[in-house]
Structures are given as C-alpha cells and as structure tokens.
C-alpha cells in the first residue's frame, strides 16, 4: 500500500495520484471474492476403515459423541487437522469453538473422549486404514484401501 | 462320491459347530481387557486354524485326493452311524460358511479394538481435564455469600479413561475454598460405567444426579456455563442447595434417536440423602449428606429424567424424584420427598434459554420438631436467558421458590427458606477455554428478619 506516496506516483501538485496499481488491487479483490466461495466449498471426503459400515446420515452423529457403535463395531472418530473447518461448515454445521464446546460438554457429563487429531490427509489416511471402526475425512478422492462413505 | 460327501459334510457340520460354540461363547464381563484379549487371541488361533484345517481336506477331498485314513471310515460308514447322521444333515452351505466368516471378522475387529485401547492407554497415558475459577465480589447485606474482597472458587479435574470399547470410567476431585477459608477436597464423581449400545450406559457409583438440565450440564464446570453462579436452590447441598445434587447409585442413561430428534432418558436409583444438623443439633440448621459410605437409613431414592430434544435446539423434558429423608437427630423426624417438574432449553441461533421447574408434595413421615404430619406443596424455579453476541453474552435470570415451613425436608435444612433473587450478568470469552463474567444480583428473603442482599461479583474460569 506505500506504493501510493512513493514519489513516482506524486502529480505535478505534489498531491498523490490514485496508485496506479489501484486496478490490479481492485482486480485482486475482486478475484479473491469470487474465489473465497469456491474455496469454502472444497469438497470432504467421509472415510472408514473397510470393513466399518456407515451411513453418511451418522457422520454428523459420530463426530458429536452420539453414534458410537456401528453394529459390534465401536467406531473411532479421526478428525484431521488439514481438513477440519471445511469438515464442521459442512458435515457438522459447527464453528471450530463450539465444537470443541460441545466435546468438552459431552465429555464431562457422558465420559467419552472427543477423537484424536491427524494432521494430514496422509496420516488421516493410514489411520483409518489402521484402526478397526475408525472414520475420518480427507480433502482429496481417498485410495482404494479404506472405504469412501460420502463426498460433501 | 458319496462316502466324500458324507465325509466332507460331516466334517464341515463338526468343525462348524465347534467354531460356533468357540465365538458364540461371551466373553466374561468380569475378565480384565488383557485376560479378554489373550482369550479372544486364542480363540480366533484355534478358529483360524479350524479353517484352515478344514478348507485343507475340503481340497484334498475335491481333488480326489483323500486321504485313506479319511476314506476308509468314510467307506464303512454307509452302514454305520455316519451315513444317517450325514444324509440327515445337509452339508455346509456358502452361506454358512460366509456367516461364520463374517463372525470371525468381527472377533477379529473386536480383538483389534481392545488391543488398540489398551496400547493407546499405555502409551499416551488417560487425558486430564478440568475447570478452574476464581474471583472476588463486593455484597451489601448480610445475606451476601461471597463477602467482600477477592476469593477462590474451585478446582475440578476429571478423568475418562476408556477401559475398553465398552467400558468406561469416570473420575472427578474438586478442591475448592469453604466458607471459612478451609481448602476441602471432594470426590466429586467415581462412576465405572458399561455402553450397551448408542442408546444405553449403565453408570455406577458417585455421580451427579440427573434432575433437570443444570445439574448435569454444568455442574462445576463454570467455563462452560454462561452464568456466573448456579440458581441458589440447585447450588450444592453444602452451598445452599436444597437437593442432592449428588448421589450414589446406579444410573442408566442414553437416547432414541428419531426423525425430527431424539428421545433422551435417565432412570436412577440411589442411598436417600439424610440431614445432618449442625453440633448442637438445632432445628433448621442442617445440610444434605448424600451417604456416600453407604445408606444410614436404609431408604432408597429413585428418580426419573426424560425429554425430547428437537434438531433446531429446543428441548423439553419431564423429571420426577422420590425419596425419604431423615434428619441425623437422637429423636430423628423423617420427611418423604417427592419431587415432580418439567424443564425447558433452547440453544440455538447465538441464545441459550434455560427454564427449570420443580414442584412439590412433600409428606412429614415421623414429626419429633412439632411439624404437623401431612403432605405440604411446594415449589421452585429459575428462567435464564442469553445471547451471544461475538465474544460477548449478555444474560438475565430469574429464580423463585415458595418453601412450605411446615415441610420437615425444608424445614431442617439451612438453606430451607423461600427466596427471590434476580440477575443479569456479562460474559466476555477472552479465548475458547477463557471466559471472565460480570453478574449483579439482588436477593430478597421470605423469613422476616433476615436481611436481603445485593452482590456484584467477577469471575475468571478456565477449562483444560
């Protein structure tokens, strides 16, 4: 933004003149707004461990602590860090901090444990591929190894 | 052929049968997870090896290639015993054998779990969380708790190791400042409980007894509730508190989910509280005691907790407890509690309402005070209100209770008296586990001569 007084830029008044790169700001701008939604909207991909059976209606459920089990089959929840805020705008319809609200509420009156935390789609991945009953999510088409419950 | 089949089905029916009774065989509850896990290792060994031996001859036989050992039995048999037995049964379908297989995956599964729980255990160790305050407060009034100057609140850590998939624990110790500057250690909650499925766990022990909304939402955890203090009335027995907040007991909790929401229930049984009255064992001077070590009265409380809570927020529920309490007295009096109420709470769009009613008929069992015998009503509630604004919640809150004095479970306790207080408060949330609240409240109290109060207050709460 000090563009703008640098002396390249000073009229013959000595006033400053509009920045000449107030257009490629403006175009930024305007680029970044466009692109901001797209970015909001990046897909999620729901996956479990292959042989965990579970419905994309439950997703929701078993990040919040109230679907544990799929038939004898405890689930194990997996949240990745990389991936979380477009996982709660979209699957959990939560914001990050009352989200962990609601974790620290469940834990305290139901003693369960929020999931623990992979910081990657990479470690999310080997993870769920791991863990029997785990569910995670990624940001990219997972490998054929684990199972894809739903793309959001 | 047919001495093959005979042989082949007859083997497959045994091994099948055997396998079953191995993995339909329930794993003991009261095994450790280790004993359970070297027991379940062991089992999917030997049906691992069943399988394997079984698909072996199952090729041999196929082949043609079966052994003589297993044709010449096999040969006699069409005048022994196992031609009947295997022309009576029909050989092993695919189905069966997918279905034993799928059995086997699942013991495998669950084998797996108990093996991962108790490394994770081992390795990382149980997390420990917590909430902490503290605070000061100026009160006009004699009737102001908190005195003037700067205080300490309290402490609590609580622990939830996971056991295993199912079974679970739940352990809380509270440290916090008395009345008279004494620092008092409570355990708080010790409850060991065992998950059914998603819509039942059964608890045991110590825990906080699920009356209304409050008391199990927030309890000590003052982080996470908007207001500054808890409604007098459901404050903690040796607070003001007018029921047992606490008891010792078993509790069966989950939730039915449906369409629209979801069915929530508690149902719970306990020691009946008794009154402890103070050294000089004077009238109306006591405390609720939960009988931790065990009931000094042999009375047992019981008690219900069911609502609906709708996926836009709202939730309305029903809660009722019953229970005899008597007074700890040489002549003891004994009063039957009997408690029935409904609650309201909406948390949604930025506002939390909580609205909670109690009502009662409580009966004067044994009158030694010169309390008449009779069944007395009465009642208590609170409406609180907030909205979140950012990082700001302004709230509001009401409270009310109209307390029969001839009602020997009033009458005895302390905090027995009937009172009206309102608040209005601001939360400022300095980070997601910080918040620094504001309340002013002003009481006024039912029994003549005893002055009412008005009290400004601050507090700084943490969870971790």
């Given amino acids: 933004m000090n563009v703008a007084f640098s002396p390249r830029n000073t009229g013959a008044a000595g006033r400053p003149q509009t920045p000449l790169r107030a257009p490629g700001l403006l175009s930024g701008l305007l680029l970044g707004a466009l692109i901001a939604p797209v970015a909001a909207a990046a897909d999620v991909f729901v996956i479990t461990h292959p042989g965990t059976d579970i419905s994309a209606a439950d997703v929701r459920e078993v990040f919040l602590g109230d679907k544990q089990f799929a038939g004898v089959v405890k689930l194990v929840p997996v949240d990745n860090a990389a991936v979380q805020p477009d996982f709660l705008t979209k699957v959990v319809k939560f914001d990050a901090a009352k989200y962990a609200a609601a974790w620290t509420k469940k834990s305290f009156r139901d003693g369960l444990n929020p999931p623990a935390t992979r910081g990657s789609d990479a470690e999310t991945v080997a993870y769920v591929r791991q863990t029997p009953g785990a569910i995670g999510y990624v940001s990219t088409s997972p490998p054929g190894n684990v199972k894809l419950v739903q793309k959001f | 052929m047919f001495s093959v089949k005979s042989s082949n089905g007859s083997l497959i029916r045994a091994s099948l049968i055997g396998l079953a009774a191995l993995i339909g065989a329930g794993p003991a509850m009261a095994q450790s997870d280790s004993a359970r896990i070297r027991d379940l290792e062991r089992r999917l060994e030997q049906s691992i090896k069943l399988i394997e031996d079984l698909s072996t001859k199952v090729k041999r036989l196929e082949a043609g290639t079966a052994p003589a050992a297993a044709s010449a039995p096999a040969s006699a048999a069409g005048s022994t015993a196992a031609a009947p037995a295997a022309s009576a049964a029909p050989a092993a379908s695919a189905a ?14 669950s084998v797996s779990q108990l093996g991962a729980t108790a490394a994770s255990n081992t390795v990382l160790g149980i997390p420990l969380h917590g909430f902490a305050d503290v605070g000061g407060g100026v009160a006009k009034g004699i009737g102001g708790a908190a005195g003037k100057g700067f205080s300490v609140g309290s402490m609590s850590l609580y622990l939830t190791p996971q056991f295993s998939s199912r079974v679970k624990g739940l352990a809380e110790l509270v440290f916090e400042i008395g009345r008279d500057g004494a620092l008092a250690t409570d355990l708080e909650r010790l409850q060991l409980g065992y998950t059914f499925n998603d819509n039942a766990t059964l608890w045991m022990g110590r825990v906080h007894t699920p009356y209304g909304y409050w008391n199990t939402a927030f309890h000590h955890g003052q982080q996470i509730a908007t207001s500054l203090r808890r409604p007098q009335f459901i404050d903690f027995e040796d607070k003001g508190g007018i029921l047992p907040a606490h008891m010792v007991g078993p509790w069966l909790t989950g939730s039915v989910p449906s369409q629209s929401g979801k069915w929530r229930y508690d149902l719970f049984a306990g020691n009946s509280p008794r009154i402890d009255l103070d050294a000089n064992q004077t009238p109306g001077s006591g405390t609720l005691n939960q009988n ?40 003891p009096s004994t009063a039957g509690l009997r408690m029935l109420g409904g609650y309201a709470v909406y948390d949604a769009d930025d506002w939390e309402v909580i609205a909670e009613y109690y ?106």
């Fill in chain 2, 292 to 331: 931790n070590a065990g009931s000094t009265n042999h009375y047992l409380m019981q008690g219900f907790n069911t609502s609906y809570q709708w996926r836009n927020g709202l939730r309305l529920g029903l809660h009722g407890l019953r229970a005899n309490v008597r007074d700890n007295s040489l002549a």
């Fill in chain 2, 96 to 109: 069966q054998i997918a279905s034993q297989q799928a059995r086997i995956d699942s013991l495998e599964l």
């Fill in chain 2, 359 to 464: 009502g009662f008929r409580n009966t004067n069992l044994i009158s030694t005070t010169g309390a008449p015998l009779g069944t007395f009503s009465s009642s208590a509630g609170f409406v609180q209100a907030g909205k979140n604004f950012g990082l700001w919640t302004p709230y509001v809150r009401a409270e009310r209770t109209v307390l029969n004095q001839n009602d020997l479970y009033f009458a005895q306790q302390a905090s027995g008296r009937s009172y009206g207080r309102g608040a209005i408060g601001l939360r400022y949330d300095l980070d997601p586990k910080a918040a620094v609240k504001f309340e002013l409240s002003s009481t006024r109290q039912s029994v003549a001569g005893t002055p009412n109060s008005t009290d400004l207050r601050l507090q700084y709460s943490i969870r971790f």
